[in-house]
């Protein structure tokens, strides 16, 4: 946010439409690639959803205006969320019994102490 408002001189209430439609696609993008995955194979996938949040992340710095920021942010959450639909099935096929060592969102053990 902070990039694109003080270096790329976007105003802020444009930064805040493109990271919500970049939110929108993330959406959408979910649940079809995970349907890719399962049907053409989750490794392929994720390693392909891994180098386009490599190039939509790098192409943060040619955004110079607003529709490249759009496309910018929204290739590389749409990216995001797809690489973790996609390396779902993954974790679920070489965990094994240890799945939830594998999921960094699960390995917390949030208040399980008390």
């Known amino acids: 946010m902070l990039y694109f408002t003080q ?10 439409l493109g990271l919500g ?17 399962d049907t ?24 110079d205006s607003f ?3 759009v496309l910018a ?3 590389a959450a749409g ?3 797809a690489g973790t639909a ?5 974790i679920r096929h070489y965990g094994g019994d240890r799945r939830g060592v594998l999921r960094p969102w699960s390995a917390c053990r949030c208040g399980a102490d008390t």
């Open 7 to 16: 270096a790329v001189h976007l105003p802020a209430d444009r930064v805040g």
């Open 21 to 37: 439609l970049a939110g929108l696609v993330a959406l959408a993008l979910g649940v079809t690639v995970g349907h890719l995955a």
């Open 40 to 63: 053409y194979g989750a490794r392929g996938v994720y390693t392909l959803t891994l180098a386009v949040q490599a190039l939509a992340t790098a192409g943060f710095v040619l955004a």
């Open 67 to 69: 529709w490249p920021f």
């Open 73 to 75: 942010v929204c290739a």
């Open 79 to 81: 990216a995001k969320t």
């Open 86 to 90: 996609a390396r779902s099935p993954l």
